[in-house]
T-cell receptor
Framework: TQLLEQSPQFLSIQEGENLTVYCNSS?????LQWYRQEPGEGPVLLVT?????EVKKLKRLTFQFGDARKDSSLHITAAQPGDTGLYLC??????????????FGQGTILTVHP | DVKVTQSSRYLVKRTGEKVFLECVQD?????MFWYRQDPGLGLRLIYF???????EKGDIPEGYSVSREKKERFSLILESASTNQTSMYLC???????????FGSGTRLTVV
């Protein structure tokens, strides 16, 4: 079973601050996805990164896939209260019995205070 | 947009009951998945299916079974519910293993 370690588990910051969430694994993934989940709802896909070293930007959110495709980060610039939620990373298995299956990190609960 | 619908948002069941959780998707996706979500543990894969009448065990299949008689419907069955199966259950579907997953809104199951 592949493991994806996500940190930090909790993040409480003031509006306007920057933050970074990390996902790390010893396994190689074919791609990595980031989701955001609101209370009482299912996760919603934000972005998929596929190529090692790839960087994608979604407004104030920057996603990076590690060169070896084993890790990823999510950076939020000038966080706003509307960014509050649970952020999940998920790796898509690259081979063997993990091929095509999503492995999720534990999640980061982000709270942005006005 | 793909829609994944889970039949119940909240369920309360008694220990030992047989429980059915239903999931329906409307975009002809081949692949469907059942996850459970627990605080600090993220989402863990219970079962998945890549075609009608096909099923594969995920990481935590014990105590669960599934049924996929039609392409659009994937059911999760708790044969004899136990309190440690109290959790949020999420269904997802996808067109291919490298393509985006769409999740339902979840069913919060409490076993008393």
């Amino acid at each position: 079973t592949q493991l994806l370690e996500q940190s930090p588990q909790f993040l409480s910051i003031q509006e306007g601050e920057n933050l970074t969430v990390y996902c790390n694994s010893s396994s190689v993934f074919s791609s990595l996805q980031w989701y955001r989940q609101e209370p009482g709802e299912g996760p919603v896909l934000l972005v998929t990164v596929v190529t090692g070293g790839e960087v994608k930007k979604l407004k104030r959110l920057t996603f990076q896939f590690g060169d070896a495709r084993k890790d990823s980060s999510l950076h939020i610039t000038a966080a706003q209260p509307g960014d509050t939620g649970l952020y999940l990373c998920a790796g898509v298995g690259a081979g063997g019995t993990s091929y095509g299956k999503l492995t999720f990190g534990q999640g980061t609960i982000l709270t942005v205070h006005p | 947009d793909v829609k994944v619908t889970q039949s119940s948002r909240y369920l309360v069941k008694r220990t030992g009951e047989k429980v059915f959780l239903e999931c329906v998707q409307d975009m002809d996706h081949e692949n469907m998945f059942w996850y459970r979500q627990d605080p600090g543990l993220g989402l863990r894969l219970i079962y998945f299916s890549y075609d009608v009448k096909m099923k594969e065990k995920g990481d935590i299949p014990e105590g669960y079974s599934v049924s996929r008689e039609k392409k659009e419907r994937f059911s999760l069955i708790l044969e004899s519910a136990s309190t440690n199966q109290t959790s949020m259950y999420l269904c997802a579907s996808s067109l291919g293993f490298r393509i985006n997953y769409t999740f339902g809104s979840g069913t919060r199951l409490t076993v008393v």
